[in-house]
């Protein structure tokens, strides 16, 4: 049988119960706008029942409360971590996607490349071939080709200011990640504290939910709860938990109450991947020294949405087949690649580093100082393109030496990054401007200026140290070779050298001819010139200032010589058409000799310190100084006896802008450089802006389903107030009921 005071233990349990739940629905309407907070709700269960025995069996014993607890389900908690993970990627490139457009973007406000290219093209182009002849024109040309230089110059500028903003803020997010890890690591030793006397650390698994909320817009995020047993009795357990939190791809970050930062490295000058690249990119690397790869395909968030903006190369990176090792003159081991992707045989195309950097051969890395171009032919006679590299001496660097097991095996410089980020942008300018500058150089210095001298080169590039510039020769000029089969570049070389031979025969017999029927202009002629200019002056209505016989005698010599001058060139130049004939044929065989030589090992090569238009880009292209000084330098003719008024020249000229026969870039004319470029910017600007709505919107929807559960819904606790205060008050009279019950039964009956 109970005892007589068992149904006031009830009631009081029942007291003590909604006291729990009221007190629980109080701090949640307290939490209502509290970020991360999650809704707690008592536990509770009917206490053990007593066997009474009697005949109606046990008797129950009231409530017991068993804990408080969150409401919160860890599948939405993932869902939203993943998802939360492309916002924060999409969010990056969306931000700096919209800088690139601002960057490439040609309006009236700021001209861009199409305003400044047709000024120079078309504007300055078309006042030029009204009078080939005049200076002010040919300046006038000069400023609009400094101007398309200056826009080159500003656009490579901001491009290195956006990388090296993306660069610094890489930096910030990883301080903020190892912030992010070492909270995390605090709260896991602080709930595993709490939760071993057996109460569940509600808040503090709030707090970290948050923080992993934070840290999953960072880097993709990846969870594990499991329980820990006691060794010694596997069935019991201790109420602690091992929390692991891994990032990028499966790399722990935390492990229980211990976490592994991570810190930035940054790159040296001869560790840079792409030429283009700014010095001091940082690495990432873990505490213990190990590389935290950046470029891991499983790594999400943030850091991969800037990491893609950064080094994106389109997939663009040096990688080809290791054919041969060896060792220089200087004792350095060399290490040749045969590459085949038609952006490394370009060397246009190439943006490899040309200060050093890392190779990866055959999985061992291998710091390299320089590197050589190289076009050789198969038994064929096709084209074989590759780049031998010279390794590092340094043993700090390189402590191994190069072995030859390393042949047939992969090389690669940098990673393969299928995102069009800032290495490719550069790399699409520099591509331009070398082939725009080769074709433009070529037309240029294949003719003659109105003065009769040999054409010079318009576009250059400055060197980084000094005030010189590149002059590149065409020695160094590796499309001679790119391309073509052997047998076409026999030809070619055979007619360059054969047209080098006459050509310096033909002046050679030109210039003497000249001088031979050149006449000078006797005293007599000049006086009677003299007297003619005079005359012809006196006969002017109204009469013009006369000027001394001096003066006049010096203008009747300079129109006499000029006159002269023009008549031995006629004649000379009639001369050596015809003499020239009798050389040709044996110009003809030696010039094939000279081109077999030349081709003698089927080698060309072309060392990167050379001067060649691979060290053009946009930050160092710039007009020749001599083009600057003096404008009238410009050629605007091709042959040398042509009266100044010959613009056939300039024609050519003219039809870079359109005619891709004459210069063709990514299937494209001269002139629509930027609609090639700003259709990959607005495409990237377009997917980022569509990806990071789509996954916000996304994760506002998981947000609203994960809410729906854990968070705190204010008319529900308002119900859940009422119901519990109703529960409350009914234990205060099922006791005062009682306790009048126990007042009538011991003060009146005296039991």
Known sequence: MPSTFFGLNIAYSGLLASNAA????????????????????????????????????????????????QIRDEFYDFRFWNNNAKVGEYSQKQYYMTMVEDYFDDTPISPGFKTIFDQMMITGLGELLKNPNDATAKSQFTGYASTLSDYFNNLAGNMEKLQKDVNQEIKLKVDELNSLAGEIATLNKQINTIELTGVKANEL?????????????????????????????????????????????????????????????????????????????YDVYWENGQQFNLYNAAMGGALRGLIEMRDGNNSENFTGLITATGMNADGADTVTVQVGKEYLKDLNKCNLSDQGGIINLGNQEFYYDSWEYSISYDDEGNPVYSYTFTLSKDRNLNPARLTNDRVGKNASTGASIAYQGVPYYMSQMNEWLRTFSQKFNDILTSGYDSGGRQGIQMFVADHATDSEQFDFPYENRYDKYYGKSRDEVLKTLTDDIYNELVGAKYQEIFQEKKDEVYQAPTEAEIEQRANEIKAKLQSQNPVPAIPSDEELKAQAQTELEAEATKTAERAAKEFADEQIENYTADFRLQAEQEAADILADGVFTLNVKDDSYFRMTAANFSILSAMLLDPGRMANRYAQGDGVEQSDLLKDLKLLVTDKSKMSFRGCSASEFLQCVLSDVALNAQRANTFYQSFSDISGTIDVQRMSISGVDEDEEAVNLVKYQNGYNLACQIIQTLSEMYDQLILQTGV
């Open 205 to 281: 698994r709030d707090r970290r939910a948050l923080l992993l909320d934070q840290l999953s817009q960072i880097v993709d995020v990846e969870v594990k709860e499991t329980p820990v047993y006691d060794t010694n009795n596997p069935d019991r357990e201790t109420g602690a938990n091992r929390f692991i939190v891994k990032i990028a791809g499966g790399q722990v970050l935390v492990d229980g109450n211990e976490y592994n930062s991570l810190e930035c490295v940054a790159r040296t000058s001869y560790e840079k991947v792409n030429q283009t690249d700014i010095d001091g990119l």
């Open 22 to 69: 009221q007190n629980t629905t109080a701090n949640n309407i307290a939490n209502v706008d509290t970020p991360g907070y999650s809704r707690q709700k008592v536990q509770q269960q009917a206490a053990n029942a007593l066997r009474v025995f009697q005949t109606y069996g046990c008797a129950g014993a009231g409530v017991e409360t068993l804990a408080i607890e």
